[in-house]
C-alpha cells in the first residue's frame, strides 16, 4: 500500500461534500419523528452522507476510498478509537438505542462495491446493489422505533425505488463526473443503445425506453411499498413513510415526463406539500 493511502487511515478520513438533509428527496428525521429519536435518525443519515461522499470522490483512487471506509466500519465497531466523526458518533447512538450495527455495516458493503463496480449487467444485479445501499436505511429506522420485522418487505421496495429514482435524476453526472452507470446494460443492448448515449445533451428515444423500463419496474416497487404506512405502528414515523411514498411516486412521475440528461428533475414544494397533505389520514 503506497504512503498516502497508509496516512489517510491515521487521521480524519472524512470530507464532507457539502450535501446534507435538505439535499435529499425526502424527509430525514423531520419533526414527524419522536423528539428523542431524531438525533439518532440523524446520526445514521451523518454517518451514511460521510461515507458516500467518500465512495463518489473523483479524486480518491478507489484503494483510497477502500481504506477510508474501512476506517469507518472499525471506529463504529469500536475496534479503533478515532479517524471518523460520524461512525464516532452513530456508535454512541447505537451502543445508547441498543440498535445492531449491522445495517450501517451494509451500507458501507454498498460504498466499497461504489468504489470498485462501475457498471451493472442486469436490473437483478442493481437490486442486489439496493440490498446493501438502500434497503438498510428503512430498516434502521423500523428498528430504531422498535417497529415490527413485517414493516421490513414493503420498506425495502421503498427504499429500492427511491435509489432507482436517484439513479436515474443523476444518470448524465454519474457518468461524467465518475464513470458509473447504473442503468442495466442489457437492456440498453436491448434497446439498441450503449452507455455513451448518457453523454447526448437529450435522451435518444432508444435511452428513454431503458428510463420508462425502470420506472416500470418502480411502479411495481411502489406497489409494494404501499401498505408501509399501514404496517407502521408508531404515528410519527407512519406519517413519514406515507409523505414519503408519495414523494417516490411524485418523483417517477415527473422523471416520465422530463429528460434527466436535459437538466435534473427535481421535487417541487407543491409535491412536498401535497404528500404531506396526504399522509394526515395516517394522524390518528
Known amino acids: 500500500m ?13 470530507s464532507w461534500s457539502g450535501k446534507d438533509r435538505g439535499d435529499e428527496n425526502f424527509p430525514v428525521g ?16 451523518a454517518f451514511a452522507r460521510n461515507a458516500d461522499d467518500i465512495a463518489d470522490s473523483a479524486t480518491l483512487s478507489p484503494a483510497e476510498k477502500l481504506v ?50 462501475q457498471r451493472y449487467e442486469s436490473w437483478e444485479a442493481l437490486l442486489a ?13 423500523l428498528d430504531l422505533h422498535g417497529e415490527d420485522v413485517a414493516t421490513h418487505p414493503s420498506s425495502d421496495a421503498l427504499c429500492s425505488a427511491l435509489q432507482v429514482l436517484n439513479h436515474l435524476q443523476d444518470c448524465a453526472s454519474d457518468l461524467r463526473d465518475l464513470d458509473r452507470c447504473y442503468l442495466p446494460l442489457d437492456w440498453l443492448a436491448e434497446a ?16 428513454r425506453l431503458v428510463f420508462d423500463r425502470l420506472l416500470d419496474e418502480v411502479d411495481r416497487l411502489h406497489e409494494s411499498a404501499r401498505t408501509l404506512p399501514f404496517r407502521t405502528a408508531a404515528r410519527g414515523l407512519r406519517m413519514e413513510t406515507a409523505a ?15 429528460d434527466p440528461l436535459a437538466a435534473r428533475v427535481r421535487l417541487h414544494r407543491r409535491d412536498v406539500l401535497a404528500s404531506v397533505l396526504a399522509a394526515l389520514r395516517f394522524l390518528p
Open 192 to 207: 439498441g443503445t450503449d452507455v455513451a448515449a448518457l453523454r447526448a445533451p437529450t435522451a435518444a428515444p432508444a435511452l
Open 244 to 258: 414519503i411514498v408519495g414523494l417516490s411516486r411524485r418523483l417517477a412521475r415527473r422523471l416520465r415526463r422530463a
Open 68 to 117: 477510508r471506509l474501512d476506517v469507518m466500519e472499525a471506529v463504529l465497531l469500536g475496534e479503533r478509537p478515532d479517524g471518523s466523526p460520524s461512525a464516532t458518533a452513530l456508535h454512541r447512538s447505537l451502543a445508547e438505542t441498543g440498535v445492531n450495527a449491522r445495517h450501517a455495516c451494509d451500507l458501507l458493503r454498498a460504498f466499497r462495491q461504489d468504489a470498485t463496480q
Open 30 to 45: 423531520s419533526i414527524l419523528i419522536r423528539r428523542d429519536l431524531r438525533r439518532h435518525v440523524h446520526a445514521f443519515y
Open 129 to 141: 446493489y439496493c440490498r446493501y445501499s438502500a434497503m438498510p436505511v428503512g430498516r434502521h429506522v
Open 2 to 14: 503506497s504512503a498516502p493511502v497508509a496516512s489517510v487511515a491515521d487521521g480524519d478520513v472524512e
